[in-house]
């Protein structure tokens, strides 16, 4: 079946500091690919979202572009801000309805 | 405002009794959820419906039951069976289409002592 794969965190920055968070997918097809956001103690918030291949999903100031070739689904930002800290979950369509999380990112950025 | 609600926010229980968690939605979906997350951890799915007077066990339903009488209501029921039930409970849902998306509500915090 479908997976995700994320990088594993804490990941800690500088404000201002550039962004990537690595994620890479295995599926058959071209299934949607999403990101998501937690801040502690909520519910997970849809980020952005891709629909097809080279499709690129943004959403306050992020990014994130499906790539079939690496099969890979990679978030980032050009300037971090402390209110951006949370873990952050990519995730893929699977079947029936279906979602499947990667383990999380926790981001920590410092003033 | 559309949305999913859960509630309570926080629930504590005594070990042995069972707890429903209630979740309900306004969006109109067809699709709903019910997740498990413990600390540090990523979503575990624990039963899912697609349609009314429907659902699915997912990856760990062992211990919990849950019913959808209603399209709007999914509420999950943790039963004395399930040996760990601490956890954040997160509730779901979706339109019925292949590859959309999901909505979460706040989540309910659920202490077993």
């Known amino acids: 079946g479908n997976s995700v794969t994320q990088m594993e965190g804490p990941v800690t920055l500088s404000e201002e500091a550039f962004l990537t968070i690595n994620c890479t997918y295995t599926?058959?097809?071209?299934?949607?690919l999403f990101w998501y956001v937690q801040y502690p103690g909520e519910g997970l918030q849809l980020l952005l979202k891709?629909?097809?291949?080279?499709d690129k999903g943004s959403n306050k100031g992020f990014e994130a572009t499906y790539r079939k070739e690496t099969t890979s689904f990679h978030l980032e930002k050009g300037s971090v801000q402390v209110s951006d800290s949370a873990v952050y979950f990519c995730?893929?369509?699977?079947?029936?309805?279906?979602?499947?999380f990667g383990s999380g990112t926790r981001l920590s950025i410092r003033p | 405002d559309g949305g999913i609600t859960q509630s309570p926010k926080y629930l504590f229980r005594k070990e042995g009794q069972n707890v429903t968690l209630s979740c309900e939605q306004n969006?109109?979906?067809?699709?709903m959820y019910w997740y498990r997350q413990d600390p540090g951890q990523g979503l575990r799915l624990i039963y899912y419906?697609?349609?009314?007077?429907?659902?699915q066990k997912g990856d760990i339903a062992e211990g919990y039951s849950v019913s959808r009488e209603k399209k709007e209501s999914f509420p999950l029921t943790v039963t004395s069976a399930q040996k760990n039930p601490t956890a954040f409970y997160l509730c779901?849902?979706?339109?019925?289409?292949?590859?959309?998306?999901?909505?979460f509500g706040p989540g309910t915090r659920l202490t077993v002592t």
């Open positions: 779901a849902s979706s339109i019925h289409t292949g590859g959309g998306e999901q909505y």
């Open positions: 599926a058959t097809g071209y299934p949607s």
């Open positions: 891709a629909t097809k291949a080279d």
């Open positions: 995730a893929v369509y699977s079947s029936a309805s279906k979602i499947i």
């Open positions: 969006l109109n979906h067809d699709a």
């Open positions: 419906s697609q349609i009314v007077n429907d659902f």
